[in-house]
């Protein structure tokens, strides 16, 4: 999805796009999907990009449901994800995006560059929704995992592994009894 900019009002410009509706997003998921993430809900984006000459400000939420599998347990789960974001946008001259000065300045100041008069909402909602998704994602807070004696998942049961006592060079520190001064 490109916006033209020329098109946009001074202020705030709110935009509402639901993969449900809009093709550009139903591809998008389409690509994720071949990815091998499995979307539950549809994904939408709410979102409000302000323009401020001569820079563009984008603020929205990303909101969807994803299967993951527990980093703990390895248990599947439905991951639902309502994301907030925001980016900054800065129009460059044609030709000049390629210049490793203006690169390098993106990376210092977490700015988006964009060419012409479009912005280009794609990349942006793609790097948005890989930000969104949790480094290790728990199919809950509390997950006990799994036993790494016997592989049992402790969410369900408690295994009758017995507690092997382990031994380093501090464990002589244990059978020491301190005794109270009085």
């Known amino acids: 999805m490109k916006i033209v900019v020329t098109s946009l009002v001074e202020g705030e410009n709110p935009f509402h796009f639901d993969s449900q509706k809009e093709s550009w997003l139903k591809e998008l998921l389409s690509d994720l999907s071949k990815e091998g993430y499995q979307f539950k809900s549809p994904l939408v984006v709410n979102a409000h990009l302000t323009k ?8 929205g939420k990303l909101k969807f449901s994803v299967e993951q599998s527990c980093a703990r347990c390895a248990e599947n789960f439905i991951l639902n994800v309502n994301s907030p974001f925001e980016v900054t946008l800065a129009n460059v001259p044609s030709g000049k995006l390629s210049s490793s000065k203006i690169t390098e300045e993106s990376k210092e100041l977490d700015i988006n560059f964009f060419e012409g008069n479009e912005i280009d909402l ?14 290790q994602s728990l199919c809950k807070p509390d997950c006990l995992g799994i036993c790494q004696q016997c592989g049992a998942n402790l969410n369900t049961k408690m295994c009758q592994c017995a507690e092997k006592k382990s031994v380093t060079p501090f464990s002589v520190l244990q059978e020491v009894k301190l005794f109270k001064q009085e």
Request: net charge negative; proline share 14%.
């Open 52 to 59: 401020i000459e001569p820079d563009f400000y984008l603020r």
């Open 122 to 135: 794609n990349p942006i909602i793609t790097e948005q929704f890989f930000l969104s998704i949790p480094y």
